[in-house]
């Protein structure tokens, strides 16, 4: 059993018994944490007005000066009218924007206790600021991290991160993609908050209609590459360089990165893309896309559910009553107006934007999934591959046999890994590099006290923002030095390698990816290439995919 899994047993019946009680601050003033500073940062003008941030409250005595201007309105609140429509421009504000609080999160179903508990004393070991803070349907804010000297002229580079959550729920504020780090080693950095499940995926023929673009199902989209046009237009205010953007996500947010990447409307709004966990560039996505007419399908469902007739009457419905909605509105759709074409089909026609990816997955990313629903069995091993592989399941039970529990209990994890997860990274590297831009990939493989391997663990370390706790120990902290290095390499200049800004150092060569077929840089106790551990499974999955697109295009 994995050390990272191991507490996850012991919890259940701990969290029956147990009372848990949490305090959240996401909805509190960001006062300096800096002994040092007192004052507040000068006055910076946006297009739309005047704004005066905080000093970052993560700094330490004697660390550079940070600035973080949190809050910021990139779009008029998507309420009454606005409901399922485009995002329109914010608009300007007299006097001074004290951004010095965080946005409500989008729309989104609440933690329940027993969720919460267990991502308080066993994942994070602490209460996360996100975890069931404020939310509100007025949600379209933006957070920038800059260096405290940076200025007009600096032109530094600029990173865009999008959260992850399955297009269901997250926050653009976390302790694990804090921009802090980033921004101490002057990079200006931008957190993004958009609509979420019905409020951001929700389509329908009236919606289409009502539409100019004729578009419906994408709202949450839409209100990214509205945030990075916010950022083009603005970050020079902030001492970024708007033609030095790169786009970032994690697991829904990667997914969105793929969208974003081949969106017609984000063309010329960014240069380069950070994909952890997910991605869109395979024939038969198996999470985070649909079809149109199986997202009209849902708006449907959630018309008849909601006893409604006309999207007018569902406007009326509170936000508070629509978020309860049975039905999960968690994929993107080809929509004709943001994504005119499955995202496979753009990379195949070389109409994607990014001109350099860095991607990758982790080693024990479908665990969690599996646990809370979907663990495999002896007996159960052939039907759970052949739902999925059909003609196919032969091959996979040969590459990853079942003939015990433990097994197959093991082997379905690597196999849920494969297919959800690592198959879209391995495709997204190959066709980029089939388009001789540089991509490179990595697998993330350190385990540690906290959420280990898992879905997400590598988000503390890529973003410099590795607790200091008895969870994590040295190792954590020279591997979170070395991968927040290559990522802020690769935000510069598209390339990870070079130095290590810590210790000074030269990092461990990363190769691109099209000299290393079949191998990825691991990231853990070791850093080095290694060969990829699913690449058994890709050609199986591939076939596999390839026949139900076909299916689905009938």
């Given at each position: 059993?994995?050390?990272?899994?191991?507490?996850?047993?012991?919890?259940?019946?701990?969290?029956?018994?147990?009372?848990?009680?949490?305090?959240?601050?996401?909805?509190?003033?960001?006062?300096?944490?800096?002994?040092?500073?007192?004052?507040?940062?000068?006055?910076?003008?946006?297009?739309?007005?005047?704004?005066?941030?905080?000093?970052?409250?993560?700094?330490?005595?004697?660390?550079?000066?940070?600035?973080?201007?949190?809050?910021?309105?990139?779009?008029?609140?998507?309420?009454?009218?606005?409901?399922?429509?485009?995002?329109?421009?914010?608009?300007?504000?007299?006097?001074?924007?004290?951004?010095?609080?965080?946005?409500?999160?989008?729309?989104?179903?609440?933690?329940?206790?027993?969720?919460?508990?267990?991502?308080?004393?066993?994942?994070?070991?602490?209460?996360?600021?996100?975890?069931?803070?404020?939310?509100?349907?007025?949600?379209?804010?933006?957070?920038?991290?800059?260096?405290?000297?940076?200025?007009?002229?600096?032109?530094?580079?600029?990173?865009?991160?999008?959260?992850?959550?399955?297009?269901?729920?997250?926050?653009?504020?976390?302790?694990?993609?804090?921009?802090?780090?980033?921004?101490?080693?002057?990079?200006?950095?931008?957190?993004?908050?958009?609509?979420?499940?019905?409020?951001?995926?929700?389509?329908?023929?009236?919606?289409?209609?009502?539409?100019?673009?004729?578009?419906?199902?994408?709202?949450?989209?839409?209100?990214?590459?509205?945030?990075?046009?916010?950022?083009?237009?603005?970050?020079?205010?902030?001492?970024?360089?708007?033609?030095?953007?790169?786009?970032a996500g994690e697991s829904a947010g990667a997914s969105s990165v793929g969208a974003l990447c081949t969106s017609p409307l984000s063309k010329g709004l960014f240069k380069r893309a950070i994909a952890e966990s997910s991605g869109l560039a395979v024939p038969a996505p198996p999470h985070t896309y649909r079809s149109l007419d199986d997202a009209k399908k849902m708006g449907r469902d959630i018309m008849a559910e909601f006893k409604v007739s006309s999207v007018d009457e569902l406007r009326k419905i509170p936000a508070e009553k629509l978020i309860k909605t049975k039905f999960s509105n968690s994929s993107l759709t080809v929509d004709g107006h943001a994504?005119?074409?499955?995202?496979?089909?753009?990379?195949?026609?070389?109409?994607?934007?990014?001109?350099?990816?860095?991607?990758?997955?982790?080693?024990?990313?479908?665990?969690?999934?599996?646990?809370?629903?979907?663990?495999?069995?002896?007996?159960?091993?052939?039907?759970?591959?052949?739902?999925?592989?059909?003609?196919?399941?032969?091959?996979?039970?040969?590459?990853?046999?079942?003939?015990t529990n433990a097994q197959a209990k093991e082997n379905w994890n690597e196999i849920c890994s494969a297919v959800w997860f690592a198959n879209s990274h391995d495709s997204w590297t190959k066709l980029i590099s089939a388009q001789g831009k540089p991509a490179y990939e990595y697998y993330f493989t350190k385990e540690n006290g906290g959420i280990g391997t898992n879905h997400s663990g590598e988000i503390i370390y890529c973003y410099g923002n590795v607790p200091e706790s008895k969870y994590y120990d040295e190792a954590d902290h020279k591997l979170e030095k070395i991968m927040a290095s290559y990522w802020m390499n690769f935000v510069r200049t598209g390339n990870p390698n070079g130095e290590n800004p810590w210790t000074k150092e030269t990092l461990p060569q990363w190769p691109l990816a099209s000299e290393t077929p079949g191998k990825v840089l691991e990231l853990g106790e070791n850093v080095g290439l290694v060969p990829d551990p699913y690449a058994d499974l890709y050609p199986i999955i591939d076939a596999t995919m390839k026949e139900k697109s076909a299916g689905q295009s009938k």
């Open positions: 059993m994995r050390k990272s899994t191991k507490s996850v047993f012991i919890l259940i019946f701990s969290a029956i018994i147990s009372a848990a009680f949490f305090s959240c601050t996401s909805g509190k003033k960001l006062v300096s944490a800096n002994p040092t500073v007192s004052e507040r940062p000068e006055i910076i003008e946006t297009k739309k007005g005047k704004i005066r941030g905080v000093y970052a409250p993560s700094l330490k005595r004697g660390d550079p000066l940070v600035e973080l201007y949190a809050g910021i309105p990139f779009a008029k609140p998507p309420v009454g009218e606005l409901r399922w429509k485009a995002p329109v421009e914010a608009e300007s504000w007299d006097g001074i924007l004290e951004a010095d609080t965080f946005a409500p999160r989008a729309m989104q179903k609440k933690s329940t206790w027993l969720e919460s508990f267990i991502y308080k004393n066993f994942i994070y070991h602490k209460s996360n600021r996100e975890d069931n803070a404020p939310m509100s349907e007025d949600c379209l804010y933006l957070n920038v991290w800059k260096p405290a000297e940076a200025s007009e002229s600096s032109k530094l580079p600029v990173l865009v991160y999008i959260h992850g959550g399955s297009l269901m729920s997250g926050s653009s504020y976390s302790d694990s993609f804090d921009g802090t780090t980033f921004a101490k080693n002057g990079i200006v950095v931008v957190t993004v908050a958009y609509r979420l499940g019905v409020f951001g995926y929700f389509a329908l023929d009236e919606l289409a209609a009502e539409s100019p673009e004729g578009s419906t199902g994408n709202y949450g989209l839409l209100d990214q590459i509205a945030a990075l046009k916010w950022v083009h237009e603005n970050i020079g205010s902030f001492g970024g360089d708007c033609d030095n953007i790169s786009i994504l005119t074409e499955p995202p496979y089909q753009s990379y195949l026609n070389g109409t994607n934007h990014e001109e350099a990816l860095l991607n990758g997955f982790n080693a024990n990313e479908a665990y969690f999934f599996n646990f809370f629903g979907g663990s495999a069995k002896k007996k159960n091993y052939r039907s759970k591959i052949e739902s999925y592989f059909g003609t196919h399941t032969d091959e996979v039970i040969a590459a990853r046999p079942g003939e």
